[in-house]
Nanobody
Framework: VQLQASGGGSVQAGGSLRLSCTAS????????MGWFRQAPGKEREFVAG????????SYADSVQGRFTISRDNAKNTLYLQMNSLKPEDTAVYFC??????????????????WGQGTQVTVSS
C-alpha cells in the first residue's frame, strides 16, 4: 500500500502549484485523506482534509481561501491546489490516508498511511 506525492517545486510568492497524491490501492477511496506539511525545525502540521466522498473538507486557518483539496476516487488520486503562495508556505508536503472515512482530523496520529513528501519552496 503506497501513496505517491508529486507536483512540488519552486515558485515566487503569489504563484500557484498543484500537488497530486496517487494511491496504489483502490481501498483508499473509503478513507478520509489529508495533506500535512513540515518546515525545517517545525512540527508536522495539518493543511487540509477531505472525507471519503469528497463532500466535506476542512482547512488550516493559514491556508483557508488559498488552497483547495479535492479527490478523484476513480483515479485513486488526491489533489491540493495552492494559489497565492507565500514564503511561509515553504515546506515538505505529505499526503496521508486517515484511519476513518472522516477527513477533518488535524492530528497526524489519525492517519496511518503516508506519502514520501514533496518539497514546495516559495521565494519572496
Amino acid at each position: 500500500v503506497q501513496l505517491q506525492a508529486s507536483g512540488g517545486g519552486s515558485v515566487q510568492a503569489g504563484g500557484s502549484l498543484r500537488l497530486s497524491c496517487t494511491a496504489s490501492d483502490r481501498r483508499f477511496s473509503n478513507n478520509g485523506m489529508g495533506w500535512f506539511r513540515q518546515a525545517p525545525g517545525k512540527e508536522r502540521e495539518f493543511v487540509a482534509g477531505i472525507a471519503w466522498r469528497g463532500g466535506s473538507t476542512s482547512y488550516a486557518d493559514s491556508v483557508q481561501g488559498r488552497f483547495t483539496i479535492s479527490r478523484d476516487n476513480a483515479k485513486n488520486t488526491l489533489y491540493l491546489q495552492m494559489n497565492s503562495l507565500k514564503p511561509e508556505d515553504t515546506a515538505v508536503y505529505f499526503c496521508a490516508a486517515a484511519r476513518s472515512s472522516y477527513g477533518g482530523d488535524r492530528n497526524p496520529s489519525g492517519y496511518n498511511y503516508w506519502g514520501q513528501g514533496t518539497q514546495v519552496t516559495v521565494s519572496s
